[in-house]
């Protein structure tokens, strides 16, 4: 299984640790977790505590995923996919979701500005997340 | 502090509503004055014209039927007048007595009459402002109770969820290496962790089953892998109480259902969580799943405790523990059957159970499945 998997381009990726992700939220202990836990993993992670801090970094060298909270400091998680949305650079990498918000309403506005998939943090743990980034990651840039 | 508001707005409408007490009706605009009178000349007109007739001694045949002819109709239009001016205003005020009811806020309503009709129409119109004011204030209750359940769930779930990840983290070696007995304790409090966000859950999908917007998210489900994942979700819980749970599915494996998967995965797990919870020590609890008319059954059969008869009509409201349940596990929120009632009929299935004291209770389910899987 592993060997099949290998001849991905995510897969090869993963091994040499360069897929690169940015993860944007605010609470440090949350972040620390789940930062500690993808690199753990073998990506290579951007830390961001608020919206604008993410876009800039965006900005700066795209990643390959982008892991967005909802509710921040400022720019608000659906600001943040807005913007996204208008840059034609930013616009083709996945967003996942990653927050406590999760209602009907909720996931329907954020996969209508483009989100790939909505995690919510108290139902997911690190290494569950974890399989969802790489279940993305391969459909994607299979 | 509920009540005091209360009743501080009652003393309130208590004066305005004297404030609005009328002054009685001039005898001569009285409502029963005129119905009396035009009765009155109806009859007086009924009477002359008889008197009419016996008096004068109408002779011809013809002439005399043409004249009863003449006083049936009169008798039946001023019957019709009668009725009409007195059941008028009653019909009215039907009519804005079902608007109200139908919950229309404001209710036109014309006070033109000053006589007793024009006085009910009065008292019925602050009566209906009342109703639409209390229904506003329910209204408005209501939302600030559920911004206040969300705004609590969103804040607790944080912190809740940081335990859940640092304690996952811990028992997945991401830590470093931990012994057996550091192990099984993080277990026990990852579990009591699960338990309170569990909890969580539950209290926000009530007030969103209140306000009407339990949502749902539909799709083609795998369902057997659902209930799967609820089954594996509970085996701690069952490992930790001893009892032995199974799951025997007697249908195909790929079986598809049109179902919202994470609400169905809750349904499940709430009745799987109460068929563990009250079975002793030793018990089994069984997960059935069989199709009968294209539809999938789901049993879930305990040795527990079982549900006293005289209670058995309230397991499905929300905030109600069987008495002896209550007796052997102080634990539970009554929460869990309602929002699995409430899942499984959004599903367009249905929720029954039987149940003997000391013997065990079966919970089964229906969900309907999708026609292109009956086909086959």
Sequence with gaps: MK???????????????????????????????????????????????????????????????????????????????????????????????????????????????????????????????????????????? | MYITVYSRKMDSRDTTTNKDTLPAVPFGRSFTVRVFLFTFMAMLLLIALVAMIFLLQVPMRGHFLFVWLELTVSALILSFLVAYITTRPILTLAKMARRIVEGGSSVPIDIKRNDEIGQILHFFKGTAKKVSESREREVSLSNIKSQFVTVAAHQLRTPLSALKWSLRLMLDGDMGEINEKQREFLKQSYQTNEHIIHLINDFLDISRIEEGRFGFQFKKTKILDTIQKAVEA?????????????????????????????????????????AIRYSDTGGEVMVRAALKQGTLEIRITDTGIGIPPVEQSKIFSRFYRASNAIRQQTEGSGLGLFIAKNIIEHHGGSITFTSEEQKGTTVSFTIPVTDDFIKK
């Design chain 2, 234 to 274: 509970s085996m701690a819980q069952a490992v930790v109480r001893e009892v032995t749970l199974s799951f025997t599915k007697d249908v195909p494996p790929d079986i598809e259902a049109i179902a919202d998967e994470s609400r169905m995965y809750t349904a499940v797990l709430n009745i799987l969580d109460n």
């Design chain 1, 3 to 142: 060997q099949q998997q290998s001849s991905l381009p995510v897969a090869r990726a993963v091994e040499n640790q360069s897929v690169k992700l940015v993860i944007v939220e605010d609470d440090k202990f949350l972040r620390d977790l789940i930062v500690r836990k993808l690199s753990r993993e073998g990506f290579l992670v951007w830390e961001a505590k608020t919206g604008e801090e993410g876009l800039r970094i965006l900005q700066e060298s795209p990643p390959q995923l982008v892991l967005l909270d909802i509710l921040l400091p400022g720019m608000s998680g659906y600001e943040v996919l807005e913007a996204m949305q208008k840059n034609e650079k930013l616009k083709s990498i996945p967003v996942v979701i990653l927050s406590n918000l999760g209602q009907k309403e909720e996931v329907e506005r954020a996969e209508s500005l483009g989100a790939k998939d909505f995690l919510v943090k108290a139902k997911y743990t690190p290494g569950e997340i974890v399989t969802r980034i790489k279940d993305i990651l391969a459909k994607l840039y299979m």
